[in-house]
């Protein structure tokens, strides 16, 4: 828990210095170079590699694990040797995919950062293959905290380069480095290391057709993340690195209040598999807290968007460093705003989702992710016009869109009384509103200094207030959550 905390704060600091230290032209044109790893990130570095590889190792005896975790090794080796070789041949064309045709974004600047940046999935492949087998075996330290030392590696090479663009390529490639390397001592201690010249195991056709699934709810998403860059690159200067700082804010929202708690429900759902009553009633447990936690943090993105961006983006400053430039900060505070909304309904979704995998039903998670994907794209088309907010209004329709059809599919099949969740949810947005709407208007009459210490003042009176009065009108309309957190 430590080290996933530490590694939200030190990866907030690492994108705070990141807008600071470089004006928007590079930040703009970085968010849209690291773009091209994460499209295989996600299947070859995290989610989809160690969901699937994990469960096929721990069937194994020890000798036959690491020689499947070898032959997974080899294997990552040739397709990320391919696939670096393939973005240095092809940057020119995929950047020409990921910019609109009149982009304000530097095209040459661009195709360079691309081509420096792509060696990190590599990096950040095998890092997570080292997490994958420690984890699997319970070593759970270094996994926790390997993450951190990306964030300070990267972060240190920016504060020693700064303005310096393609030192910002190399810095988030060592980092990545740094994060696999962190790693090796425990893996070469426990015997676990890798071996070169397996490359081929039973197992590793299981890993692979388990990864089918993922691949396409991780294409879906990818090719989106492709539309939004090109709808963004046609925006003014800056549009692009303000979409990127709105996105911090509300995974950190969501990694906090939503995935958190989604993964210690995932594993008691897990044990109650077998007791349909009991499977339930952990599950409504589970949607209430994450509706507790996720609607007052949603409406205090919202509602508190400027004094949060210029809270995280403005402190350099102080300390006679750079800082964010004031289109970029505008810019950033009109994609925040709207995008608090969107914490309730995928916070939801996000436990919601796990009911399908942990019966291994993974067709449904796909098909509404597919479909999903076919209402984003549309929805960022048309609303594009209303600049970086309408793509952060698009992603606000599409979540509530999305966990209507998942409370429906999980509520039938789990039988749940869907008018009794909108009762309790609904206690719990009446409190959040009365406790963060009046508060944000009384904060909001008072004197306080302009810059950075009259938002952290506006953040601290206004957050902290409405988080209180939320707290005490919960308790007073019945809200078990509540009621369980005062007795404490």
């Given at each position: 828990?430590?080290?996933?905390l ?20 590079v ?6 170079a ?7 990130r ?7 590699l ?19 975790s070898?032959?997974?090794f080899?294997?990552?080796?040739v397709?990320?040797a391919?696939?670096l ?9 995929v ?17 360079t950062?691309?081509r420096?940046?792509f ?9 997570a293959?080292?997490?994958g ?10 996994p ?8 300070v ?21 060592l980092?990545?480095v740094?994060?696999l ?6 893996l ?8 070169l010249?397996v490359?081929?195991h039973?197992q ?21 993340n492709?539309v ?16 990127s ?11 906090l209040?939503?995935i ?11 044990a109650?598999?077998?007791?349909p ?6 599950l ?7 509706a507790?936690l996720?609607?007052?943090?949603g409406?205090?993105?919202t509602?508190?968007?400027?004094p949060a961006?210029?809270g ?11 800082g964010?430039?004031g ?22 979704s996000t ?21 999903a ?6 929805l960022y ?13 698009a992603?606000?329709?599409?979540g ?5 059809a998942?409370l429906?599919?999980?509520g039938r ?18 409190a959040?509103?009365?406790g963060?709407v ?33 707290l005490v ?15 404490r």
């Amino acid at each position: 828990m430590l080290g996933t905390l530490a590694s939200r704060v030190t990866g907030l600091l690492r994108n705070s210095l990141l807008v600071q230290l470089f004006d928007s032209g590079v930040t703009d044109a970085f968010n849209v170079a690291v773009r091209l790893p994460n499209l295989f990130r996600e299947l070859l570095a995290e989610g989809a590699l160690t969901n699937s590889f994990i469960p096929a190792y721990k069937t194994l005896p020890p000798r036959e694990a690491k020689r499947l975790s070898s032959a997974l090794f080899s294997l990552l080796l040739v397709v990320n040797a391919f696939l670096l070789g393939v973005a240095v041949w092809a940057a020119p064309v995929v950047v020409g995919f990921l910019l609109a045709e009149n982009s304000t974004v530097d095209r040459a600047l661009t195709i360079t950062l691309t081509r420096a940046v792509f060696p990190f999935l590599g990096a950040i492949s095998f890092a997570a293959l080292a997490m994958g087998i420690l984890n699997a075996e319970e070593r759970f330290f270094a996994p926790a905290w390997a993450p951190v030392v990306l964030n300070v590696v990267t972060t240190a090479l920016m504060l020693l380069y700064p303005q310096q663009a393609p030192m910002l390529a190399v810095a988030f490639v060592l980092g990545g480095v740094a994060q696999l390397v962190f790693q090796l001592p425990p893996l070469a201690r426990a015997g676990l290391l890798p071996r070169l010249g397996v490359w081929w195991h039973p197992q590793l056709r299981s890993v692979l057709v388990l990864m089918v699934p993922f691949t396409f709810t991780t294409g879906a998403r990818q090719f989106l993340n492709v539309v939004s860059s090109r709808l963004l690159t046609g925006l003014p200067a800056g549009s692009v690195t303000a979409f990127s700082n709105a996105d911090l804010f509300l995974g950190l929202a969501l990694g906090l209040f939503s995935i958190s708690p989604a993964l210690a429900f995932y594993s008691r759902l897990a044990a109650q598999i077998g007791s349909p009553r009991e499977f339930r009633t952990t599950l409504l447990t589970g949607l209430r807290l994450i509706a507790f936690l996720t609607v007052p943090a949603g409406l205090l993105l919202t509602f508190y968007a400027e004094p949060a961006v210029v809270g995280v983006f403005t402190w350099l400053p102080l300390l006679g460093g750079g800082g964010m430039d004031g289109t970029t900060l505008a810019l950033s505070v009109s994609a925040l705003t709207p995008l608090g909304l969107a914490v309730f309904p995928v916070g939801l979704s996000t436990l919601l989702l796990r009911t399908f995998y942990v019966r291994r039903s993974v067709r449904v998670p796909v098909l509404v992710s597919v479909c999903a994907v076919a209402l984003n794209v549309p929805l960022y088309i048309l609303l594009a016009r209303l600049g970086v907010a309408g793509l952060s209004w698009a992603t606000v329709m599409v979540g509530w869109a999305q966990l209507g059809a998942l409370l429906y599919l999980v509520g039938r099949r789990e039988h749940l009384s869907l008018r009794e969740l909108a009762r309790d949810f609904g206690r719990v947005w009446l409190a959040a509103l009365l406790g963060v709407v009046p508060t944000w208007g009384l904060v909001g009459a008072l004197p306080l200094p302009e810059g950075w210490w009259g938002a952290v003042g506006t953040l601290l009176l206004g957050g902290g207030g409405g988080v209180v009065f939320y707290l005490v009108l919960c308790a007073r309309l019945g809200v078990p959550e509540a009621a369980r957190l005062w007795r404490r």
